[in-house]
């Protein structure tokens, strides 16, 4: 997997990021964490390890990944929690997948069979049931669990794609952009373990609202 750059978005993992990095060293991957200057603890956790860190220049999850994945020099990249969350050995499957199916995007799923989530609860089931089936009945998207950010994908078709998503809503527009751009999108079984240490940084409420303005801005977009 050396045409593959992990890009980790982090922010206060001073806690789990290292035991991810630790995990990670047995895999020929190359790493970029994005985070802000300003979470020094976590920039002192990590500075020791073989990896590269971006200092994010816009505020937000999907600023982290946009600014991430423009600076990927690899074929591949791969979006990667900090919180210990996903299972670096579900790669490669993924990695076959985008090989075997001819995909551009493969999305991980916790919810087909043989998959599941050791960190979702009933809230975030719900939204993302809804969520996917709007999806699927909106914008035809294949996707079974299309909120999970476990993803894979050819980073110079994802860099054209030149979404504007800064805050948690980019996870939406990623698949609803590559959809309308005719890129092919694929499912790829996993298992959501529960985080290392700190706090979930996502909002139910805040960001369910997010998503769904940001779904019907793209509905009514072209």
Do not use: W
Not at 64 to 79: N, P
Not at 200 to 209: H, L, M, S, Y
């Amino acid at each position: 997997m050396e045409d593959i750059t992990l890009v980790i978005p982090a922010k206060n993992e001073k806690e789990s990021l290292p035991s991810v990095l630790d995990e990670l060293s047995k895999y020929n991957i190359k790493k970029i964490v994005v985070l802000e200057k300003s979470d020094v603890q976590t920039i002192d956790a990590i500075k020791h390890y073989d990896l590269r860190i971006l200092f994010q220049i816009k505020k937000g999850y999907g600023a982290a990944l946009i600014e991430g994945i423009e600076s990927v020099e690899t074929k591949y990249f791969v979006i990667f929690n900090a919180d210990g969350s996903f299972d670096p050995s579900e790669l490669k499957l993924m990695f076959e997948k985008i090989k075997n199916d001819n995909a551009d995007l493969v999305f991980g799923t916790r919810y087909e069979v043989g998959c599941g989530s050791d960190d979702d609860n009933f809230i975030t089931l719900v939204g993302n049931f809804i969520f996917t089936k709007i999806g699927k009945i909106f914008f035809k998207l294949n996707l079974t669990d299309i909120l999970y950010t476990y993803v894979l994908g050819k980073t110079k078709l994802v860099n054209n794609l030149k979404i504007k998503n800064y805050d948690f809503s980019y996870c939406i527009a990623l698949p609803i952009t590559a959809k309308r751009n005719n890129l092919k999108l694929c499912n790829s079984k996993s298992f959501e373990r529960k985080r290392i240490g700190g706090k979930k940084k996502v909002n139910a409420f805040k960001d369910g609202i997010l998503i769904l303005l940001s779904m019907i801005r793209l509905f009514f977009k072209n």
